[in-house]
DNA sequence: ACCTGAACACCGTTCAAGT
DNA sequence: ACCTGAACACCGTTCAAGT
């Protein structure tokens, strides 16, 4: 804009490779990083130590690098976060072997969806917050879009309808995974209502059941709609 | 356990009144707070900045009083956070005139539901991450429940079934509560986008219609369930 | 291209002590 | 019964400067 040829600027520009630092300083300091060095690090301190543990400081530490050197790779924590939403949440891509009814394709994208954020420590709390935001987690909503519409739905009744059913994943696998550590603190306390409780709403088996329960019912719905429109 | 009676302690306890300390000090301070004024303090806060700007150090500010002050009413935020969401989700006690059908009636509590975390900002969130700390929120799944129970399903899939019905509640007013916001901040940019996004998810309107859909999803679900067991 | 150093403006929580 | 003062151990982010 003000005349200088910004192609120009780094005509001699010197490129500090590693080596070259490490002659210098005598110091074989670790690689510099690149922007997915930086998601890969976070991600393994979320898995490890949870979302709450998951600072910029930390995760700075654990690479080996001041806590402003990642403002290099990412604006802000908000958009690392969602960054990491969106690796997490490519997981659920599942190869929904096209020949399946729409109610079943329905069924295993959310099931996908689910196994995708169980994989990661506060998986579910962390895609949830990003989604309410606005950013990341669109990919889900596509897909879930697309098996509805299927089923012969317009776009705006099967957007719906997804949204209605990625609400309902999330805070059931928040739920899940919050309780989860809770178990895993081991708050032992009343062995008795903790057996009582577990007979209600634990356990893997029924929380997998619960889920399905709650997919079912949505399906459910969509199918009395078709069935009387 | 160690042989003196605990009744005994506080016999002769000098109780020292606001007015005792104004006489002494000569600064006629602030009344001492109680446990209930810290509550309506919060809340007030919550309204009107949000719940990121709820901080402990900002709260003790607007009492004029020290932080550490607020943990002699509270152990710790988190169960503060606790008793605003029950607060809050108080306020949805619906006068359900008990002659409605169930399925009017379950439409009508998550309807009631839905405009209580409206009455205040961030209020879906503040709900939703205490509920899935396993906090609060017992009332409202209860009130679900008994009106799920009124259509003829069994305990589990009356919970089951309000759980789910909850989740998808909660998700959807923070991510309307979070676009209120957004709006209001005026990222007016793109007149032509906004408009655009606008026509398909946003408005009073479209929100209340789309949250109407989601719940009438459910009750399908639910309906669909009892017709063929 | 990627990082350091130093600073700014904050957090939640604890605890002895005061009134 | 309710609060102060002071401290501890942290946060996210900015920015000039370095290599």
Chains 1, 2 share one sequence.
Do not use: C
């Amino acid at each position: 804009m003000n005349g200088v040829h910004l192609n120009s600027v780094h005509l001699n520009d010197v490129h500090y490779t590693e080596t070259m630092a490490a002659m210098e300083t005598g110091n074989p300091r670790q690689a510099r990083h690149s922007r997915d060095d930086v998601a890969e690090a976070a991600l393994r301190i979320l898995d490890d130590y949870g979302l709450p543990d998951l600072t910029m400081r930390r995760l700075a530490a654990s690479l080996d690098v001041q806590p402003s050197a990642l403002y290099w790779h990412f604006p802000n924590k908000q958009t690392l976060l969602a960054e990491l939403a969106d690796r997490i949440v490519a997981r659920s891509r599942t190869e929904h072997s096209d020949d399946l009814e729409w109610s079943a394709r329905v069924r295993a994208e959310a099931a996908g969806l689910r196994d995708a954020l169980l994989t990661f420590r506060d998986g579910a709390e962390l895609v949830s917050s990003t989604f309410a935001l606005g950013l990341g987690a669109a990919d889900p909503v596509d897909r879930l879009t697309e098996a509805i519409e299927l089923g012969g739905f317009d776009a705006e009744t099967a957007r719906r309808a997804s949204v209605a059913l990625l609400h309902f994943v999330l805070g059931h696998v928040s739920h899940e995974q919050q309780r989860l550590q809770y178990d895993s603190l081991g708050v032992v306390a009343d062995e008795v209502s903790a057996r009582a409780d577990d007979a209600v709403l634990g356990g893997r088996q029924a929380q997998a059941e619960a889920f399905d329960f709650g997919v079912m019912l949505f399906v459910g719905g969509l199918q009395r709609l078709a069935a009387r429109p």
